[in-house]
């Protein structure tokens, strides 16, 4: 163990004695492929910070539950709309307001008593628009006024407001306000309903547990979906290499493009899941891009390995890695995808 971490050591530093004799002996491959998986199995193990996500993330029934207390708040809040207008602007409550102001009508005379109205309809809140129509009636006032109001008292104002104001009568209203109730009764239905199918889609372990299994499978399968990339760089560097003059063999080639995989341990920030359930937003974006950025320094840590295991493994000189690895990269981002777009466009234009 402590020779292996010794060479572990060696590689991060990019000691080429140490990198020459890996790549040129028989297990160097072997030796390269283990220190792959053990390196992306404990930068895998940044997944493990998803498994308080994983217990308190809203189950699919919950959500919908969630959504459906939404929508009947909603319409509980459209009714309780309905109503507040209907009892601030009612039939029963104008006589009341205008039966007190008489006697400021009669006593203080016609423009101390409109005042004191419109006033005492602003209170009520009575919309402007209406207020206007109402002091339209009451400014002509004259003797003797407690006709003139009392006139006043039959005038239908909630009617006239809902008409202005929606084109419906008092009873039109109340029957958009059945209507609200029966949609929130079939809208709570489909939301029960879809509760129910929803909880029987549900793993026979229970979602949380079945999340945690899947959890450990991912972590378990992290080597084997990244060496999949790793190794399609390296057939791709194979080819460059190899066009460029290199004399490496398969199982060497192989070598130098594992051991770069060094610094890989780095992502292991990048591989916490957003922690939105547990920390606040804040913080998880900054855990978040706090892994982009070591996942950057390790990118470019192991660049720096791979120039030189491909100068040992080619026996290359430094420039020549270089190139190698720019015509790869070249290659992975322009010309593949160009050929295959041009491939593409070929089949479906013929």
């Given at each position: 163990m402590k020779i292996a971490f010794r060479i572990y050591s060696d590689v991060l530093q990019d000691r080429r004695e140490t990198?020459?004799?890996?790549?040129?002996?028989?297990?160097?491959v072997a030796f390269a492929l283990k220190m792959f998986v053990i390196v992306m199995l404990i930068a895998g193990?940044?997944?493990?910070?998803?498994?308080?996500?994983?217990?308190?993330?809203?189950?699919?029934?919950?959500?919908?539950?969630?959504?459906?207390?939404?929508?009947?708040?909603?319409?509980n809040q459209a009714i309780d709309?309905?109503?507040?207008?209907?009892?601030?602007?009612?039939?029963?409550?104008?006589?009341?307001?205008?039966?007190?102001?008489?006697?400021?009508?009669?006593?203080?005379?016609?423009?101390?008593?409109?005042?004191?109205?419109?006033?005492?309809?602003?209170?009520?809140?009575?919309p402007p628009e209406q207020l206007d129509q109402l002091m339209a009636q009451v400014i002509p006032l004259e003797d003797p006024f407690s006709a003139q109001v009392t006139g006043l008292l039959a005038i239908p104002l909630h009617e006239r407001w809902f008409t202005s104001r929606f084109g419906l009568r008092p009873e039109?209203?109340?029957?958009?306000?059945?209507?609200?109730?029966?949609?929130?009764d079939r809208v709570n239905e489909a939301i029960d309903q879809a509760q129910a199918e929803a909880e029987l889609l549900e793993p026979p372990l229970g979602a949380r547990t079945s999340r945690?299994?899947?959890?450990?499978?991912?972590?378990?399968?992290?080597?084997?979906?990244?060496?999949?990339?790793?190794?399609?760089?390296?057939?791709v560097g194979l080819l460059v290499a190899k066009l460029l003059g290199g004399r490496a063999t398969v199982a060497q080639h192989l070598a130098a493009v594992l051991l770069a995989a060094g610094p890989a341990v780095l992502f292991f920030v990048a591989f916490i899941p957003i922690m939105r359930y547990v920390l606040p937003l804040p913080y998880s974006m900054a855990i978040?891009?706090?892994g982009r950025v070591l996942a950057l320094i390790a990118i470019g840590w192991s660049g720096l390995i791979l120039l030189k295991t491909l100068a040992v493994a080619h026996d290359f000189s430094f420039w020549r890695s270089a190139g190698a690895l720019a015509l790869t990269w070249l290659f992975l981002w322009v010309i593949i995808p160009a050929v295959s777009f041009a491939a593409l466009a070929y089949v479906w234009g013929g």
């Amino acid at each position: 163990m402590k020779i292996a971490f010794r060479i572990y050591s060696d590689v991060l530093q990019d000691r080429r004695e140490t990198i020459e004799a890996l790549i040129h002996s028989r297990a160097g491959v072997a030796f390269a492929l283990k220190m792959f998986v053990i390196v992306m199995l404990i930068a895998g193990l940044g997944q493990w910070f998803g498994i308080p996500v994983a217990i308190q993330q809203p189950l699919l029934s919950e959500r919908i539950q969630d959504l459906g207390d939404t929508i009947q708040d909603i319409g509980n809040q459209a009714i309780d709309t309905i109503d507040e207008y209907m009892s601030t602007i009612s039939q029963e409550n104008l006589p009341e307001t205008l039966t007190r102001l008489i006697n400021d009508l009669i006593s203080q005379g016609v423009k101390t008593g409109v005042k004191s109205l419109q006033r005492s309809m602003i209170e009520a809140g009575v919309p402007p628009e209406q207020l206007d129509q109402l002091m339209a009636q009451v400014i002509p006032l004259e003797d003797p006024f407690s006709a003139q109001v009392t006139g006043l008292l039959a005038i239908p104002l909630h009617e006239r407001w809902f008409t202005s104001r929606f084109g419906l009568r008092p009873e039109q209203i109340v029957w958009v306000d059945e209507q609200i109730n029966a949609v929130a009764d079939r809208v709570n239905e489909a939301i029960d309903q879809a509760q129910a199918e929803a909880e029987l889609l549900e793993p026979p372990l229970g979602a949380r547990t079945s999340r945690l299994i899947r959890l450990f499978g991912r972590w378990l399968s992290t080597p084997f979906t990244s060496v999949s990339g790793w190794l399609f760089v390296a057939l791709v560097g194979l080819l460059v290499a190899k066009l460029l003059g290199g004399r490496a063999t398969v199982a060497q080639h192989l070598a130098a493009v594992l051991l770069a995989a060094g610094p890989a341990v780095l992502f292991f920030v990048a591989f916490i899941p957003i922690m939105r359930y547990v920390l606040p937003l804040p913080y998880s974006m900054a855990i978040h891009y706090f892994g982009r950025v070591l996942a950057l320094i390790a990118i470019g840590w192991s660049g720096l390995i791979l120039l030189k295991t491909l100068a040992v493994a080619h026996d290359f000189s430094f420039w020549r890695s270089a190139g190698a690895l720019a015509l790869t990269w070249l290659f992975l981002w322009v010309i593949i995808p160009a050929v295959s777009f041009a491939a593409l466009a070929y089949v479906w234009g013929g």
